[in-house]
């Protein structure tokens, strides 16, 4: 641990991402919509967000998203945790994707398969490309910066091992684990519900998002501790954000994550095309890793775990805590999702993709 970069958070950017008395309720636009096409029949929705200035020499940037959200965990329909448009006001081009099951993307296979399952392997071999390649397609760019909220991150990771890193420039990872060290009591606790799993195909989001909109205060009091530092949360963005950012779940997906958690070091992550979690070493592109000191869901010492195993010295692990000069300890989603992320913690993952432009 003695190697990892801590820096104080830099000062935001704010003369082209003003404030707005009306932002709460201001709906931004998606951007341009594209779609990606996988092998297997999946449709992927991409929206692009064109840079204020003609265009961007940095090269374009791919927003992904964790499990369970959708577009809306990059683009947050409100304004002050809306990372997707910070970037674009910065000059950046900027896409966001909506992976296999989430938002607009959709199976247009089969008709009884219209609800097909998927797991992680399905993600990486088949979701990734697609994206990386339509964006590719679309500007021309030979490598495509990438940053990617915990499942997000994860995803860039397995790609990167399976011998894809030439797809990718400058990647940011935020709450994004390695899956072999993430033990943790809460995790703990939540896991031997995973029986329930199996009861159906696909993990239910529905109620979670009514009770969100109808009980803002009180989803943030229970859930955010469990996904987030309260404190930095504010109760309006909540019901802002659950009424339109979740999306339905594989179990197949979640039943791999719980079988990975079971098992040991040595063990975890063999997947049918590749062995996730072993090859980390394997990993040359720069990396940024953005944790929250107060994770429930992706301890530090495990996203630590990735930033001391890959093969590359132009790395940074960046912990945001009050300790290191944060308005708090963040926990998971408000490492994008709070209002004080957008002056401290997205000018970080903003600088790292500036200065490694593609």
Not at 18 to 29: A, I
Not at 172 to 198: C, W
Request: aromatic letters at 10%; proline letters at 5%.
């Amino acid at each position: 641990m003695s190697n990892i970069v801590v820096e104080l958070p830099s000062q935001a950017i704010e003369t082209t991402f003003h404030n707005s008395s009306h932002s709460l309720t201001e709906q931004r636009s998606s951007g341009r919509r594209f779609w990606a096409h996988t092998q297997d029949g999946w449709k992927l929705a991409l929206y692009h967000k064109s840079p204020e200035n003609s265009g961007s020499r940095m090269g374009p940037i791919l927003l992904v998203h964790g499990l369970g959200a959708n577009r809306y965990n990059m683009d947050a329909p409100v304004h002050e945790i809306n990372l997707a448009e910070y970037l674009r006001a910065r000059g950046h081009d900027v896409w966001i994707a909506e992976l296999r099951g989430a938002g607009r993307s959709h199976y247009t296979g089969k008709f009884w398969k219209k609800r097909k399952t998927y797991n992680f392997n399905d993600i990486v071999f088949q979701d990734v490309p697609a994206l990386i390649k339509k964006v590719q397609a679309e500007t021309g760019a030979q490598r495509v910066h990438w940053i990617g909220h915990s499942l997000g991150g994860m995803l860039a990771y397995a790609s990167m091992i399976n011998g894809r890193s030439d797809l990718f420039g400058a990647v940011v990872t935020v709450g994004s684990p390695g899956i072999s060290a993430n033990q943790h009591p809460f995790l703990d606790f939540i896991f031997p519900l995973r029986a329930i799993l199996k009861l159906q195909k696909w993990a239910p989001y529905r109620p979670a998002s009514l009770v969100g909109k109808l009980f803002p205060r009180i989803t943030k009091r229970i859930a955010c501790p469990a996904l987030a530092n309260h404190s930095l949360m504010n109760h309006q963005d909540v019901s802002a954000l659950v009424s339109v950012a979740l999306s339905p779940v594989s179990t197949r997906l979640v039943q791999q994550f719980a079988n990975w958690y079971t098992m040991s070091k040595d063990q975890a992550g063999s997947g049918h095309q590749g062995d996730y979690w072993k090859n980390l070493d394997t990993i040359d592109r720069p990396v940024l890793f953005v944790a929250g000191a107060a994770d429930k869901l992706v301890p530090i010492e495990n996203v630590a775990e990735v930033y001391n195993k890959i093969n590359t010295e132009d790395k940074k692990l960046l912990v945001c805590s009050e300790a290191n000069g944060f308005a708090g300890d963040y926990g998971h989603i408000d490492l994008l999702l709070a209002r004080s992320a957008r002056y401290e913690i997205y000018p970080e993952i903003a600088s790292w993709i500036e200065t490694h432009p593609s």
